[in-house]
């Protein structure tokens, strides 16, 4: 379905052909996408080999995707950098400017709303040119993007900024203004004529301006009709004079509710006098911007094609009539605006929607928003300020509330989640989601895909920050897994530490000492030497560390320490099956010196492991042929070394 409109249906092409006896088959899978693929008619019946044995192709379809574009990503970013101070926000509630605060924040998300309108609309106008269907799905963006604005910008004035009676429908008279650009059209149209009283559009845009609340530029334009020497220039400078008058509510200090009114009724009694004096009869234009200064029912009703709809209508006769209304009263006089525009069974889902924010019906506009966006993007923001605000939908139930505000986020952040680039954001809002925050957030980190180490890094401060150690050693565990499989035997043994994987580091540590063997060196030393603590993850892990700790003793010329551990090594068996026979040739460096290393109990010692190793390479399937000579030397050095330890 479309975003704004349910009467239209989008429809998709899958490019594929169907021969005879097949049709298009779709299955439901995950992420709430079909998958479309051509199958024979009857599944049942029986099917030629050459149709099974033929290559079939699936086609994933997914809908509401008005969050992938480049103007819809902006939304999504900068959006989600507002909710997220909006959020740090709430956690100040007792500071006195709150409320001005919550206002800033509704006012960053209008800016974000027109910025995207504004560009969405420049593509338009630029595609028009170039690819109709192209210019076609821009311009339903672009009316997409004008009713979020539209509705986010009512509710800011009547739900979030909380005016008091008389400033109230002067801001509202500013939105019709912001909104609809009729009355700059028509004065357009006119001042750029070379004569421009004269023009068809000329009383229009003085009647659009006046119902926009414009009254000094109305003023302005009546004055180009006032000529000196006409017989209609006292009742122009009559007009000009009423418009002049005019009263103007302020919040100044000074400035009373019922100062203002008393002028109020002054004027319009003067406007009205004048009226039934017959000041403009002769002059039928004039007369009709009287009766909208008298506040007349009528004349509005007769000048509505030149608002932007019933709600700019019902702004500009309350303009008029009731300057001092209260916001709550607002929606009492909407009817009769309704009815001039083809009642209530011409209302579209806008227009229920605005309804709804004039009534101050909060969970009605949910629920509209809710039905009518499906990208979810203004329903879950503006739930979210207004129950910053304290405005709920249910003011009684703090639960439902909640609820209402964790499922806007979890679906908001499922449709978010169908695009890679959007994982971080995703993340924020579902731990920002509610009670069950960290149980969302396991399920989603569990399924980003982590195809580089950069990203790997990014998803594991997340889980450090919010305490995710399950997925923080998963995705340990899952890049020592790959690091493995590349043969970077350094890097994972690192990842295998971090994931405090026993089984794993054992396997790698096991790797690295075989490749010793077939080398006579480690390639990651850097690795093994910095292994600290993380030795007590597996016996095979400390092995490794105190065979690294020998290597650098006899590097560093201290062979008895060195000749010490590496007996230490050999008596305690640590060392895997296929590593003793390494162990026993080491000891051979330190078997040949005149002065004995080894005494007679050492050397028994080695005598009694190169017998143990010799009886297990027995049992092998060769046994034991490959190191016949190796056992030989060994014993021979080891029989040496004990007659000269006798001696001494």
């Known amino acids: 379905?479309?975003?704004?409109?349910?009467?239209?249906?989008?429809?998709?092409?899958?490019?594929?052909?169907?021969?005879?006896?097949?049709?298009?088959?779709?299955?439901?899978?995950?992420?709430?996408?079909?998958?479309?693929?051509?199958?024979?008619?009857?599944?049942?019946?029986?099917?030629?080999?050459?149709?099974?044995?033929?290559?079939?192709?699936?086609?994933l379809i997914s809908w509401n995707q008005d969050l992938y574009d480049s103007t819809a990503r902006k939304l999504v970013h900068q959006s989600h950098i507002v909710f997220s101070s909006l959020q740090d926000l709430k956690k100040e509630s007792d500071d006195p400017s709150y409320s001005n605060l919550l206002l800033n924040t509704s006012r960053k998300y209008r800016s974000i709303l027109r910025s995207c309108f504004l560009e969405v609309k420049d593509q338009s106008q630029q595609q028009s040119f170039v690819d109709a269907n192209a210019a076609e799905e821009l311009r339903a963006k672009v009316d997409l993007y004008s009713m979020m604005e539209l509705i986010w910008s009512l509710?800011?004035?009547?739900?979030?900024?909380?005016?008091?009676?008389?400033?109230?429908?002067?801001?509202?008279m500013e939105w019709c203004k912001w909104h609809f650009p009729i009355?700059?059209?028509?004065?357009?149209?006119?001042?750029?004529?070379?004569?421009?009283?004269?023009?068809?559009?000329?009383?229009?845009a003085i009647y659009a301006l006046l119902l926009q609340g414009r009254t000094e530029e109305a003023s302005s334009l009546l004055k180009l009709n006032k000529i000196v020497q006409s017989p209609d220039f006292k009742m122009f400078s009559s007009i000009e004079e009423l418009l002049r008058k005019k009263p103007t509510f302020t919040s100044n200090v000074g400035n009373t509710v019922g100062d203002f009114e008393w002028k109020w009724r002054n004027w319009v009694e003067e406007c009205k006098r004048r009226l039934k004096d017959g000041d403009f009869d002769s002059k039928v234009e004039l007369k009709?911007?009287?009766?909208?200064?008298?506040?007349?029912?009528?004349?509005?009703?007769?000048?509505?094609?030149?608002?932007?709809?019933?709600?700019?209508?019902?702004?500009?006769?309350l303009y008029y009539s009731s300057p001092l209304i209260s916001g709550y009263d607002i929606h009492y006089h909407s009817s009769k605006c309704i009815e001039v525009y083809g009642g209530a069974v011409e209302l579209t889902s806008l227009d229920t929607i605005l309804l709804s924010i004039f009534r101050y019906?909060?969970?009605?506009?949910?629920?509209?928003?809710?039905?009518?966006?499906t990208n979810w993007w203004l329903p879950l923001h503006l739930t979210d300020l207004l129950q910053?605000?304290?405005?709920?939908?249910?003011?009684?139930?703090?639960?439902?509330?909640?609820?209402?505000?964790?499922?806007?986020?979890?679906?908001?952040?499922?449709?978010?989640?169908?695009?890679?680039?959007?994982?971080?954001?995703?993340?924020?809002?579902?731990?920002n989601s509610g009670s069950r925050a960290s149980n969302y957030l396991k399920l989603f980190v569990g399924r980003i895909p982590i195809n580089c180490e950069k990203k790997a890094a990014k998803v594991l401060r997340l889980c450090k920050k919010y305490n995710l150690s399950s997925e923080e050693r998963s995705i340990h565990r899952q890049l020592a897994i790959r690091a493995l499989q590349l043969n970077r035997l350094g890097n994972a043994l690192s990842w295998s530490i971090k994931a405090k994987d026993q089984d794993l580091s054992k396997h790698i540590t096991d790797k690295l000492l075989e490749e010793f063997t077939k080398t006579g060196s480690f390639s990651n030393t850097g690795v093994i030497d910095y292994l600290g603590s993380a030795v007590l993850v597996s016996d095979r892990l400390s092995f490794l560390s105190k065979y690294r700790e020998f290597q650098k003793l006899h590097a560093d010329g201290k062979y008895e320490e060195a000749a010490y551990l590496l007996l230490n090594l050999l008596v305690s068996r640590t060392a895997p099956e296929k590593f003793q026979l390494t162990l026993m040739l080491d000891s051979m460096k330190f078997l040949d010196s005149d002065k004995p290393i080894y005494g007679v109990e050492e050397t028994a010692a080695l005598l009694a492991q190169l017998n143990k190793l010799q009886e297990e390479k027995m049992t092998t399937k060769d046994g034991g042929g490959d190191n016949k000579d190796k056992f030989v030397m060994l014993r021979l050095a080891l029989t040496e070394n004990m007659a000269r330890a006798i001696v001494n």
Not at 155 to 168: A, D, F, Q
Not at 191 to 200: A, K
Not at 299 to 304: A, G, K, M, P, Q
Not at 361 to 373: G, T
């Open 288 to 317: 009709t911007v009287c009766r909208i200064l008298c506040g007349e029912e009528e004349v509005f009703h007769e000048l509505h094609e030149l608002c932007g709809g019933w709600y700019h209508l019902l702004i500009s006769y």
């Open 183 to 204: 009355a700059n059209e028509l004065v357009s149209e006119c001042t750029s004529s070379d004569d421009p009283i004269r023009h068809s559009s000329y009383w229009k």
């Open 361 to 373: 019906d909060i969970s009605l506009v949910i629920n509209e928003c809710c039905r009518q966006f």
């Open 1 to 59: 379905m479309d975003g704004y409109e349910s009467e239209k249906i989008q429809s998709m092409v899958v490019n594929d052909r169907i021969d005879d006896g097949q049709t298009l088959h779709a299955v439901w899978v995950p992420n709430k996408q079909l998958a479309a693929f051509i199958g024979p008619i009857d599944c049942e019946s029986g099917v030629s080999n050459q149709s099974r044995d033929k290559p079939g192709v699936v086609h």
């Open 155 to 172: 509710s800011e004035v009547l739900l979030i900024e909380n005016l008091p009676e008389g400033l109230v429908i002067l801001r509202l």
């Open 388 to 431: 910053a605000c304290g405005l709920c939908p249910s003011s009684d139930n703090h639960d439902e509330n909640e609820n209402l505000r964790e499922s806007l986020i979890v679906t908001y952040a499922e449709g978010l989640s169908k695009h890679a680039s959007f994982w971080q954001v995703v993340a924020y809002y579902l731990a």
